[in-house]
């Protein structure tokens, strides 16, 4: 099983920003969205304009169904607020420009990343990493692996630590420390 990763160093994710920003005002959005939000991407894709007018966006999470609200950061408003101006209020916000208004499939999304791992020499990214690099910088940023808990709705801090990849890093770091 490969397991994808957070995307962990700040300045690559500037650097990622910047170079979707120059490609595509769709696919900068989508990374800005995905890595501000924690939102699972069959949630995010299936976003309308009309469902982030606000600052908060009110999804049911795809496993549970459970209503959640998530409020957008300044900076993540800020763009979306610029990239919907003008457009219908019903049309997908990531939409695919394959049909009248459909947004982009997972698997688009997921070329998205691959193409952002090429360009940066990346390994084991996925759509995932988006939900994964929230929950990894919210915790270097918080340290309260409580709240992250319930914002991604696991049931274990155990779990979480694991999916964030803090339990990797903690592991990787006592092995390169090792000595005999």
């Given amino acids: 099983m490969n397991l994808v990763q957070p995307i962990r160093e700040k300045e690559l994710i500037q650097s990622i920003k910047k170079y979707l920003k120059s ?7 989508l990374f800005l969205f ?3 939000t924690g939102m699972r991407i069959s949630d995010i894709l299936k976003l ?3 469902d982030v007018e606000g600052w908060s966006v009110f999804v049911r999470e795809g496993k ?23 457009k219908p209020k019903n049309e997908f916000l990531f939409k ?10 997972r698997g688009m999304a997921y070329v998205i990343l691959q193409d952002i791992a090429e360009e940066f020499g990346l390994e084991r990214i996925g759509t995932h990493s988006f939900r994964k690099t929230y929950g990894y910088h ?5 340290k309260d692996i409580a709240v992250l808990q319930e914002m991604l709705n696991h049931s274990d801090p155990k779990i979480t630590r694991r999916y964030i990849g803090i339990t990797q890093d903690n592991l990787n770091a006592y092995q390169t420390k090792f000595k005999i």
Avoid: D, W
């Fill in 64 to 86: 549970t169904k459970k209503l959640r609200e998530v409020k957008m950061p300044p900076e993540l408003k800020k763009a979306i607020r610029s990239y919907c101006k003008g």
């Fill in 96 to 105: 695919s420009r394959i049909g009248k208004n459909k947004p982009i499939t």
């Fill in 34 to 36: 995905g890595i501000n």
């Fill in 138 to 142: 919210h915790y270097k940023q918080f």
């Fill in 23 to 29: 490609k595509s005002e769709r696919n900068f959005i």
């Fill in 48 to 50: 309308r304009v009309k």
